[in-house]
């Protein structure tokens, strides 16, 4: 073997091994998963804007259940909770006097405050409807539906998430024969000190609409 046809094939190998070695960097890291939160992690921390204007961060009701809901004014499956059966403010109300924070995101991409403070106007909803059209906490959340419903125990961990309850539109899912509020169960629990006994449901409603 001559010493031209030794340089081409050194070469080659050459090429051949870095491109391998960029294949398999590619891979590996589209292989990383990405972190998610789930029942037992951390709550990400966050500040948003109240329709009001008021700045409302997670760390200020530190020690406190805190309750996240990811709504969507335009959601026919939101508009039926609150128009419809009231199934949120009535919830909140329930348990306002046990200490129990409930806060509204709205992820939506072209959701506004005065559209928030409408809606809130509109059902007597007596929490916070928080501001968050760029999506940066429903990522955070990788929150992907409304409503979509976490909380939050007093000690900063998902302690339930999910959707509110087993009837969409008021209608049970097939098979089920008992109407069940998750949230419900899962406050009372708490309260009461104890583990929530389902504290991961399949959520159902419209898809965020983040922004692109």
């Not at 709550?43 to 709504?71: C, H, M």
């Not at 900063?156 to 969409?168: E, F, L, R, T």
């Not at 109407?179 to 406050?187: C, G, Q, R, S």
Request: charged letters at 20%; hydrophobic letters at 35%; aromatic letters at 10%.
């Amino acid at each position: 073997m001559n010493r031209r046809t030794m340089f081409f094939l050194t070469a080659g190998l050459i090429v051949s091994l870095l491109v391998i070695g960029i294949s398999y960097a590619g891979d590996k890291s589209r292989e990383q998963p990405k972190d998610k939160v789930s029942v037992g992690s951390e709550a990400p921390q966050f500040t948003l804007t109240n329709y009001d204007g008021r700045n409302i961060s997670l760390a200020d009701f530190e020690g406190k259940i805190v309750v996240l809901e990811w709504l969507n004014y335009d959601c026919p499956f939101v508009k039926y909770h609150y128009e419809t059966a009231s199934t949120m403010v009535d919830l909140a109300n329930k348990y306002a006097d046990k200490g129990v924070v409930w806060l509204a995101i709205n992820s939506t991409n072209y959701a506004t405050a005065e559209a928030n403070k409408d809606f809130a106007k509109k059902n007597s909803i007596p929490y916070a409807i928080l501001d968050d059209h760029e999506g940066i906490v429903g990522h955070a959340y990788s929150a992907e539906h409304t409503p979509e419903l976490f909380i939050i125990n007093k000690t900063g961990q998902i302690a339930y998430h999910g959707a509110i309850d087993n009837a969409p539109f008021g209608k049970l899912n097939e098979g089920q024969t008992e109407k069940i509020n998750y949230v419900d169960n899962a406050l009372t629990e708490l309260l009461a000190g104890k583990n929530v006994s389902v504290p991961q449901t399949k959520p159902y409603g419209c898809t965020v609409k983040y922004a692109k």
